[in-house]
């Protein structure tokens, strides 16, 4: 049994466009913010691993700064709650034995058993570390946490920007993010379009269906 009708599900992503111009006297309410923070935390990772933190900028101040280093686009400033999406930089062996502390503790099992499954996804990650790609594939694992964070806000109401158009290196600056576990890659304001937005009402161009999908 569905949870939500399609009808409802496709209307919502329909409404979602990428907010240029955000109402900044209304402010998200502090549970919604609150349940788009645990849709980040539940978004899903390649072997689970999480190699990211978020950063839910509601400062004023902080977010005056950023329209600067962001190709001087006006969204953090004017939206209510500006996410930094960072990846945790050097991503190791170390972090899959945290994984799997907690992995064993949420499921109730072993450490010991789970040694298969660490030394698969140890593995995996070794093999990034030595062939550089690592951060890359800690950047994809982001790219679906903005997907679920985008989606989640639709639902609910909410509007959203995601921003590649940043200085990830600045934010970090802004942030105090520099010589830290962390590094922003990636950016999505969250709030209310303002009614002047013009793309708000603009047709969504993409490509038909038959073209880009194929059942076989
Ligand atoms: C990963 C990603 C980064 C984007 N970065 C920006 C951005 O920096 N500024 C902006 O105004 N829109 C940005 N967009 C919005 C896209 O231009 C927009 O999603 C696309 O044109 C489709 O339009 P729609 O989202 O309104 O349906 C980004 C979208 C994605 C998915």
């Known amino acids: 049994m569905a949870k939500i009708s399609s009808t409802d599900l496709l209307e919502q992503l329909k409404w979602r466009y ?3 111009e955000f109402d900044s006297t209304k402010k998200i309410p502090s549970e919604l913010v609150s349940a788009l923070e645990d ?3 539940l978004t899903p990772s390649s072997f689970g691993l999480q190699p990211w933190k978020f950063f839910i900028i509601e400062d004023q101040g902080i977010k005056d700064q950023l329209p600067a280093i962001s ?3 006006p969204q953090p400033k004017d939206c209510s709650h500006m996410v930094a999406l960072a990846i945790k930089r050097n991503f190791a062996e170390a972090d899959v034995a945290r994984f799997i502390d907690c992995l064993a503790a949420s499921r109730g099992v072993t450490v010991e058993s789970l040694e298969g499954y660490k030394g698969f996804a140890g593995g995996f990650v ?3 570390v030595s062939e550089g790609w690592i951060e890359h594939w800690s950047t994809h694992q982001v790219y679906i946490a903005i997907g679920q964070l985008m989606s989640s806000a639709a639902l609910l109401g909410i509007d959203a920007c995601p921003m590649e158009g940043i200085q990830a290196d600045k934010y970090d600056e802004v942030l105090g993010l520099d010589g ?3 590094h922003v890659v990636l950016g999505c304001a969250l709030g209310y ?3 002047n937005d013009k793309y708000a009402t603009m047709n969504k161009a993409r490509f038909p269906k038959e073209e880009i999908v194929e059942r076989r």
Do not use: D, F, I, P
Request: charged fraction near 20%; aromatic fraction near 12%.
């Open 39 to 41: 849709s980040l935390v």
């Open 193 to 195: 379009r303002s009614e």
């Open 180 to 182: 830290t576990e962390y």
């Open 71 to 73: 190709w001087n686009q």
């Open 126 to 128: 070794a093999q990034g």
């Open 18 to 20: 990428a907010v240029k």
